[in-house]
């Protein structure tokens, strides 16, 4: 038997010599296929990449904990909700979203902030990002979304006549580009965002009443953001200083943490809000729904591995307990499917066996069985299918179900959903209303930096919808770009289709 420190092959053989490989000559020489230690250390080295992230490639986690200081079993049966002072281990992967796995952690880029909690009822995932929406609310233009924020077909480079012409044929997506172009679209660090859940999801309780909540999660560390040359300049100098940062906090033991709240609305009030409670690119306003503060988060712990916790850490908002339902957020319906499918492909179905990944305040107890990478000895010589007669297996009938829902006017349709005034109503608000004199001025820079690289028709149409948002906001941006101002406002008045039609060749 080989020592413990002697290396070996992969099947414990103890290997003599690393150094040198069998070949036919001293200083020249044919390779031989019976150098079987070669042949497997190239075989393995060959295959140490597995398939990138589509998107969220570029990303750094940490283990900690979930603390509950607000008891919410009135409003949900989720265990690890119920009782304050109940502590929760958990895993977080924060990440750039369009960047490849090299690219630089200072991108201008939503930030993932995604949450594994490893509660006694199974894993719950909390797959968000730091900002409260998104720039689509409809799953079925996702994938034409993320193109356009990545590489043009032909060059394979970035292109903002892509990224724009999209954008401005997406109006609901100008409040998320707003939060994009603000100096929150390039964090210092992963410590000093906050997180949203963004979607708004389903509290349910044992009295059958549910309610709809949304997440949030404030860094306790102070938002901290770069102006567009510090994150040029940082992406030059040290392109994983987000990474570094988490890496050497936690090491350094200072631990950074979030208070988490929670915003609810009843499914009354959901009814008659003046914005669509289950559309992900609008917020629901403090003043209309309180921040209620529920919890925090510590993250206390670095990854012994990168590769084994990090890159194979696999987070789906499918991942649920009881307690906790989707919204009928048609984003988050497409979610529901993308996210576990994509670690399906990524990582083959059997990543919930891979530790960071399987449930630790509750054992996995299910009749799934084999599939590659099956590891863990397949549950042995148990009974593989339910109901029998031959396990201890049973239901947790006694959990309340999933409330039910009436759909009194539910049709089977593909319902479009037309961009209307109340669409740039929220960008507007985070123009005028949140954003200092000091932030409009990055603002309009940032866009115009950026924007100003599409063609003159687009940039057009884009400054248009920053118009609709605010006038103010859309005269500066054409200010900024040289562009007629004039025609901007005339352009802003257009509907949708007459916009795009005016803005189909150069203007
Ligand atoms: P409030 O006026 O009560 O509070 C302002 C919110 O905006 C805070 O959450 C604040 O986060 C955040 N904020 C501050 N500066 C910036 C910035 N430069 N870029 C992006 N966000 C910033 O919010 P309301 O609920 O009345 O909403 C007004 C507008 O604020 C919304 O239209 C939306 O654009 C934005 N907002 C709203 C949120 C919500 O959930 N209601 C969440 C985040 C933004 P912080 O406390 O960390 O500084």
Not at 227 to 250: M, V
Not at 332 to 346: I, K, N, S, T
Request: net charge negative; with cysteine; charged share 25%.
């Amino acid at each position: 038997m080989a020592e413990k420190d002697t290396l070996t092959t992969a099947y414990g053989r103890p290997v003599e010599n690393d150094q040198t490989s069998i070949t036919t000559g001293k200083k020249v020489g044919y390779g031989l296929l019976n150098d079987t230690y070669l042949i497997e250390k190239l075989a393995h080295f060959e295959r140490e990449r597995i398939p990138e992230r589509v998107v969220h490639a570029k990303g750094s986690g940490a283990y900690g904990y979930f603390e509950l200081t607000e008891d919410l079993s009135k409003y949900t049966c989720a265990k690890f909700l119920s009782g304050a002072g109940k502590k929760t281990d958990l895993f977080i992967r924060f990440s750039t979203v369009g960047g490849e796995q090299a690219s630089a952690d200072t991108e201008r880029d939503p930030r993932g902030f995604a949450v594994k909690l490893y509660t006694e009822e199974g894993n719950y995932d909390i797959v968000g990002n730091n900002t409260p929406v998104f720039f689509i609310r409809d799953a079925i233009k996702f994938p034409d979304f993320v193109h356009t924020q990545k590489r043009e077909p032909q060059s394979g480079l970035k292109d903002a006549t892509m990224f724009w012409d999209f954008l401005s044929l997406t109006p609901e997506s100008i409040h998320q580009v707003t939060f994009l172009f603000s100096n929150r679209g390039t964090p210092a660090d992963y410590r000093h965002m906050d997180g949203f859940g963004a979607n708004t999801w389903m509290f349910y309780n044992d009295k059958g009443e549910h309610y709809w909540f949304k997440w949030h999660f404030k860094t306790d560390q102070g938002i901290k953001n770069l102006t567009a040359a510090e994150a040029t300049e940082l992406a030059g100098k040290d392109p994983d200083c987000n990474r570094r940062d988490l890496f050497e906090s936690i090491k350094k033991g200072e631990f950074p943490s979030w208070t988490v709240y929670v915003q609810i609305m009843t499914p009354e009030q959901a009814k008659t809000y003046r914005f669509d409670p289950f559309d992900v690119t609008k917020v629901w306003f403090h003043a209309d729904f309180p921040l209620i503060p529920v919890g925090k988060i510590v993250l206390n712990r670095n990854p012994e591995n990168f590769f084994a916790e990090v890159e194979q850490a696999a987070f789906a908002p499918s991942t649920l307990v009881p307690g906790i339902y989707p919204s009928p957020d048609k984003l988050l319906q497409g979610r529901l499917f993308a996210y576990e499918d994509a670690h399906r492909y990524r990582l083959g179905k059997n990543h919930d066996l891979i530790p960071v990944n399987s449930p630790k305040g509750n054992r996995a107890n299910t009749n799934e069985r084999d599939g590659l990478m099956m590891t863990d000895g397949n549950y042995g010589s148990t009974a593989n299918y339910f109901p029998n007669s031959v396990n201890a297996q049973s239901e947790a009938r006694q959990i309340p179900d999933v409330p039910a829902l009436a759909l009194g006017e539910a049709m089977i349709a593909r319902h479009d959903l037309e961009v209307v005034e109340n669409d740039y109503y929220q960008a507007g608000e985070l123009y005028r209303r949140v954003l200092s004199d000091t932030d409009r001025d990055h603002l309009i820079s940032n866009i115009a930096g950026h924007l100003g690289g599409a063609l003159k028709r687009i940039q057009y149409r884009q400054t248009a919808l920053f118009y609709k948002a605010d006038p103010d906001y859309g005269t500066r941006v054409a200010g900024a770009l040289g562009l007629d101002v004039q025609k901007v406002a005339s352009l802003a008045a257009l509907t949708d289709t007459e916009r795009a039609a005016a803005t189909a060749r150069d203007l």
